[in-house]
């Protein structure tokens, strides 16, 4: 069965998207995906293989009819032009979300998760050097689009905006979701024309960074989880996706701790609020929310 998203959560990383999509998916008339990411629209390999094949894969693990509102989340889709164009074509009327974090605290949050997985082995003290890089010679790299550029929140919705009406985007700031998470799901339910009396468990935060014991592991398990090893794959032979994607969860939950992580240097925390400012001004006036708050 192919048919349309309802609702698309489409970022911002590390804002609160995977809390948002499992609140969604408690909602008796809604379907949520249990893996983390919905990557029919942003992958290649999948997109070709059409909707149908997709909607099995994320959906398999549970009955629901033609009448179910499907509830798909992909936390870097806001910067894949090509991915919410696809969007677009399949699902012309779906519910955007949108969800706004301090581009700070987002980019540090970013950077943990990523160090956590083994990905990066700078240091985030080395990002204004270069961010200066980026300014001097406007190369971008990975490490300068996933860090930094993912938080130039103004870049991306106007070109959300090129392709969606207005009134199809819901902007959720990160502290209304954390705050008032009831009060958020209530709108979306509302938008879909469901009951919007239910109430999820908003009191649980999925997917929260938390330090690693060790970096090794850490490496270890993502090149294990890759998609084009030999084990996964043999693996994927005879266990549905879902219940992988589970697995590995539980791999990386192995290595967390409860150990905080250190606050940001002082002056790293500076210039980065500093050059988020015009940016966070620019956004502020598209969407008619007061941001001041970033900027301290």
Known sequence: MSRPIDVMIVGAQKAGTTSLLRYLGEHP???SHPQ??????????EYAEGLAAALKKYYAHKEYTDKT????????L??????????????PDCQLVFILRNPVERTYSSYLMEKNFGTVKFDFEDLPEMIKKHQNNNENTWDFDFFIEYSLYSHHLKNIYSLFPKENVNIVLYEDLKNNGAEVCKTIFRKLKIDDSFLPNVEMKHNVTQKTRSNFYARAVKHLLRNHNPIKKLIKRFVPGHK???YGELLRDVNKTEKKHEPINAEV????????RPY???LEEMIGKDLTSWNN
């Open 69 to 76: 509102k499907i509830i798909a989340k992909n936390a870097g």
């Open 36 to 45: 983390k990411e919905f990557s029919y629209f942003t992958d290649k390999a």
């Open 244 to 246: 992988v994607y589970k």
């Open 78 to 91: 806001f910067t894949d032009m090509n991915g919410l164009a696809r969007l677009k074509k399949n699902s």
């Open 269 to 276: 925390k500076q210039f980065l609020v500093d050059y988020y």
């Open 280 to 282: 966070n001004k620019e």
């Open 29 to 31: 008339a809604c379907i």
